[in-house]
């Protein structure tokens, strides 16, 4: 009977110290994860704003100025500035994104997805 009761003592033992050894591990694994943020490391689901300067202003003026110019008479809407395509933001993310603009043929996909996502982040001078 004795043994029986030691058996049981050692096995709720065993049990006892695996479950503190997996709790200590999570613990450690947050305590990592949290001591990461605070020393400035980036959080993997942030994401970069596209950027109008850099990114998206070289794609129009390589692809769309040519017929949205003052040079078109009125013809297209201008393009050359930010205020001009930030007011056109929308109507420019739909016809770059179903591919009907720039006349000529569609943007490489990794344009048209540039230009998509600046609309979509609200189409910031950034």
Same mark, same amino acid.
């Given at each position: 009977m004795k043994n029986n009761w030691n058996f049981k003592m050692v096995l709720a033992i065993t049990a006892l110290c695996i479950i503190i050894a997996s709790c200590a591990s999570n613990v450690e694994e947050e305590q990592m994860a949290s001591v990461e943020m605070e020393e400035g490391m980036e959080d993997p689901t942030t994401v970069e704003m596209v950027s109008f300067a850099n990114q998206v202003k070289p794609i129009i003026d390589a692809r769309c100025v040519v017929c949205h110019s003052p040079e078109t008479r009125g013809i297209f809407p201008n393009l050359r500035t930010f205020a001009e395509v930030k007011a056109r933001a929308e109507r420019v993310g739909i016809?770059? #994104? /179903? #591919?009907?603009?720039?006349q000529g043929g569609p943007l490489p996909s990794a344009q048209m997805q540039l230009i998509v996502?600046?609309? /979509?982040? #609200?189409?910031l001078d950034n």
């Open positions: 016809r770059v #994104g /179903n #591919g009907t603009m720039p996502d600046w609309v /979509n982040e #609200g189409a």
